[in-house]
């Protein structure tokens, strides 16, 4: 039987690893759960192969505001270097998600840091942001695992990392996330820096064919699970029944072959015995 882990997890590494923080550490101190806990809501959700399915529907999503677009736009090296925000960005959900709390809080202050200098340090902002993350990820894993989950519990969880750095009013459960994105629509848009943004989601990314079929795929079903009403704003369309007969299947058969090749999280695991660990005091 071919082994697929090895180079599942290289070509993850490569498009996953150009660009982590060195703060990232997953194994001390012994009885740290960090912000959430192996118990959480989240610590399901974002452990799952979804979330590459949803980081690209977040990016998106996000797009559509127009001052958060312009700041990517402008301060981002997505041009020159187009893993480093996905890198990033991972490095951070996975720090902050299960790294100890000193770990997580020395993300959350490099990324405050970052903010300050780019001019996105707007607390109303950085819940836009937030929000359509954070959906971005539930959606995903919905869509691509038969287990459910309870929304208001991992909405009212992951709300402690949008507050620490710097958001207000964060919606801590779906009928405010539902509430929250009616009163905030007038104000999304797509723009030259959004349509900037969704033409560099959609390159080919990866140098093998293989990589790229599926960083294409991935992209459509990011696409898919856009409400509706953010898909007629990016002018996003597809052939009828294409997301249920092609797109979702294909999805989800790719996910759970990469559930398999991969096996157990080396994080997860890491993250798992520090937080059960008996200190020594």
């Known amino acids: 039987m071919i082994d697929l882990r090895s180079p599942v997890r290289e070509t993850i590494g490569a498009l ?29 959700v974002h452990a ?49 998600t299960f790294g100890p ?12 840091e970052v903010h300050e200098r780019v ?5 109303d902002l ?5 929000v359509a993350e954070t959906v971005s990820f539930l ?16 909405y009212d969880e992951t709300a402690v990392v949008a507050e620490r750095l710097g958001a207000a009013d964060v919606p801590r459960s779906a009928a405010a996330v539902r509430t929250y994105f009616e009163e905030l629509r007038p104000e ?16 080919p990314l990866g140098r093998d064919p293989f990589t790229r079929s599926i960083y294409g795929l991935f992209v459509q079903a990011g696409m898919a699970q856009l409400p509706g009403w953010a898909r007629r704003l990016h002018g996003m369309s597809s ?22 090749a991969l096996g157990p999280s080396p994080v997860l695991a890491a993250a798992r015995s520090r937080s059960v660990a008996q200190t020594s005091e």
Do not use: K
Request: some cysteine; overall charge neutral; proline content about 7%.
């Open 119 to 123: 001019g996105a340090n707007d607390p």
């Open 239 to 260: 052939p009828p029944g294409a997301d249920r007969l092609f797109v979702r299947p294909a999805t989800c058969a790719v996910l759970q072959t990469m559930r398999l």
């Open 101 to 112: 709390t000193d770990v997580a809080d020395a993300v959350i202050a490099r990324v405050r």
């Open 188 to 203: 999304l848009a797509a723009s030259d820096a959004s349509r900037e943004l969704v033409a560099f989601l959609q390159r």
């Open 16 to 44: 996953f690893g150009s660009d982590r923080f060195p703060e990232e550490r997953y194994d001390a101190p012994a009885g740290d759960p960090g912000l959430f806990g192996p118990d959480s809501v989240t610590w399901q």
């Open 48 to 96: 799952d192969v979804s979330m590459f399915v949803g980081g690209i529907a977040a990016l998106l999503l996000q797009a559509l505001h127009p001052r958060a677009a312009a700041i990517v736009a402008s301060s981002s090296r997505f041009r020159e270097e187009p893993l480093h925000r996905l890198s990033r960005t991972a490095s951070f959900v996975a720090a902050t």
């Open 139 to 154: 959606t995903a894993y919905r869509r691509y695992n038969l287990p459910g989950v309870d929304a208001d519990w991992y």
């Open 126 to 130: 950085l819940r836009w942001v937030h």
